[in-house]
T-cell receptor, first 111, second 113 residues
Framework: TQLLEQSPQFLSIQEGENLTVYCNSS?????LQWYRQEPGEGPVLLVT?????EVKKLKRLTFQFGDARKDSSLHITAAQPGDTGLYLCAGAGGTASKLTFGTGTRLQVTL | KAGVTQTPRYLIKTRGQQVTLSCSPI?????VSWYQQTPGQGLQFLFEYFSETQRNKGNFPGRFSGRQFSNSRSEMNVSTLELGDSALYLCASSIRDPGSGYTFGSGTRLTVV
C-alpha cells in the first residue's frame, strides 16, 4: 500500500511569511501532483511534476520533486490570505489509473 | 469549457436507504474517478472508470458500486447506508488517466442520519 505523509498537518502564519510543506513516502511515484482545496469545493490542481529533481514555479509557489521520486515539497514565498486552504499532494504509482492522496496540510494565513 | 458537474450537491438519507450520485466529466475526458473525503481519513479512492470499464477499485465494501456510460458520465451507488458513509463524495475526470492530473467537481455532501 502506498502512503503519502504530509507535514505539517496544520500551519497558521501571518501574511508575508514563507513556508514549506513536505510530502514523503517510501514508495516511488511516476508523477506527483499538488492540489489546493477550499471549503465546500473540490481540490484544484496546482502542478504536476514527473522527473526526479524537477523544480516548477507558479508565481510565489515553488514545487520540487525529490531525486528518487519518493518525496516532494511546496514552498510559498510571502504568503497571502488567498493562499489559505487545504494543500494535498497526490502520487501516481504502479497503476496509472489511481492516485494516492497525502494526509493534507491545512494552511491559514492571517493579516 | 464546462467543468466537472456533480449532482446533487447535498443529500440527507436515513440508515438503510440507498443513494445514487451523478457526475458529468469535462467534455473529452474519458477517465472518471470517485473519492470519499472525511476529516479523519482524508481522500480515499473508490474506483476509476475508462470507456465504461472499471480499471481500478479501492478498498471499500461491495455496497459501493459505480458505472460509466457511453458519454463518459458516471454514477456511483451506495446501498444499505451506514452512519459512517457520511462524507463528501468527489468525482474527478482526466483526459486518459489520473497521472495527467484531475479536474474535480465540487462534490456531493452526503449525510446519513
Amino acid at each position: 500500500t502506498q502512503l503519502l505523509e504530509q507535514s505539517p498537518q496544520f500551519l497558521s502564519i501571518q501574511e508575508g511569511e514563507n513556508l514549506t510543506v513536505y510530502c514523503n513516502s517510501s514508495s516511488v511515484f511516476s508523477s506527483l501532483q499538488w492540489y489546493r482545496q477550499e471549503p465546500g469545493e473540490g481540490p484544484v490542481l496546482l502542478v504536476t511534476v514527473v522527473t526526479g529533481g524537477e523544480v516548477k514555479k507558479l508565481k510565489r509557489l515553488t514545487f520540487q520533486f525529490g531525486d528518487a521520486r519518493k518525496d516532494s515539497s511546496l514552498h510559498i514565498t510571502a504568503a497571502q490570505p488567498g493562499d489559505t486552504g487545504l494543500y494535498l499532494c497526490a502520487g501516481a504509482g504502479g497503476t496509472a489509473s489511481k492516485l494516492t492522496f497525502g494526509t493534507g496540510t491545512r494552511l491559514q494565513v492571517t493579516l | 469549457k464546462a467543468g466537472v458537474t456533480q449532482t446533487p450537491r447535498y443529500l440527507i438519507k436515513t440508515r438503510g436507504q440507498q443513494v445514487t450520485l451523478s457526475c458529468s466529466p469535462i467534455s473529452g475526458h474519458r477517465s472518471v474517478s470517485w473519492y470519499q473525503q472525511t476529516p479523519g481519513q482524508g481522500l480515499q479512492f473508490l474506483f476509476e472508470y475508462f470507456s465504461e470499464t472499471q480499471r481500478n477499485k479501492g478498498n471499500f465494501p461491495g455496497r459501493f458500486s459505480g458505472r460509466q456510460f457511453s458519454n463518459s458520465r458516471s454514477e456511483m451507488n451506495v446501498s444499505t447506508l451506514e452512519l459512517g458513509d457520511s462524507a463528501l463524495y468527489l468525482c474527478a475526470s482526466s483526459i486518459r488517466d489520473p497521472g495527467s492530473g484531475y479536474t474535480f467537481g465540487s462534490g456531493t455532501r452526503l449525510t446519513v442520519v
